[in-house]
């Protein structure tokens, strides 16, 4: 069965750093979305994209986050300037065609922690 | 503002039915889903209701009620690998892909 993919599973980053979380979608979707969830807390929405543009993002989703297809199959999140606070688990999903009503899969998530 | 409650913790028997109730109020409303999640996995989808009435599918069930503002997942013959946490996600409008999340239901299945 096709899967959402994630790398890495783990990423460790000093305040300040620059980090790019990445994300290869299921491969005849066409909606892709970033999640975060701080541990113990709920999953909160961060941002959708489509058609090499982004179609929605949330107050989270401040100057400090971009997203990125760069080519075909790779969809990546960046955060520029890490905070303590965005540590998280970090989940990309995609859906075929535009929720809702279609599922939204999930990928196996890349935990950041900011120290 | 958009609000989604669901109890926090569940315990029940192997074998037995357990029901996790969700109640949310938001701006909006063009769907309401289950998710499954596993600790420290990602979650997976289990249901999607739009339209009031139940939808069954194998041992899990879905319920809505639009004009409450409810839904409840069904869970039957639970097994110990049932144990996890079932997120309530809603959409709040048409014209949105964004899903919003309660804090999730932990459910513990014992022997």
């Known amino acids: 069965e096709p899967e959402v993919t994630q790398t890495p599973s783990h990423q460790v980053t000093q305040m300040g750093q620059e980090v790019i979380l990445r994300c290869v979608p299921i491969s005849n979707h066409l909606y892709f979305y970033w999640y975060r969830q701080i541990l113990g807390q709920k999953v909160e929405f961060l941002v959708s994209?489509?058609?090499?543009?982004?179609?929605?993002k949330s107050e989270i989703f401040d100057d400090q986050f971009s997203v990125e297809r760069p080519d075909g199959s790779n969809f990546t999140l960046k955060i520029r300037s890490t905070k303590l606070e965005d540590s998280a688990m970090y989940f990309c999903?995609?859906?075929?065609?535009?929720?809702?009503?279609?599922?939204?899969?999930f990928g196996p998530g890349t935990r950041l922690t900011v120290t | 503002g958009q609000n989604i409650d669901q109890p926090t913790e569940m315990t029940a028997t192997e074998g037995a039915i357990v029901q996790i109730n969700c109640t949310y109020q938001t701006s909006g409303f063009n769907g309401l889903f289950w998710y499954q999640q596993h600790a420290g996995e990602a979650p997976t989808f289990l249901s999607y209701?739009?339209?009031?009435g139940l939808e069954e599918k194998g041992r899990f069930s879905s319920f809505l009620s639009r004009s409450k503002g409810y839904s409840y997942l069904l869970l039957k013959e639970l097994q110990m690998k049932d144990s996890a946490s079932y997120l309530c996600a809603v959409s709040p409008s048409y014209n949105t892909d964004k899903l919003i999340f309660g804090t999730g239901t932990r459910l513990q299945v014992f022997p």
């Open positions: 209701n739009v339209l009031d």
């Open positions: 999903a995609s859906s075929e065609v535009e929720a809702p009503g279609d599922e939204q899969y």
């Open positions: 994209f489509y058609n090499n543009e982004i179609s929605e």
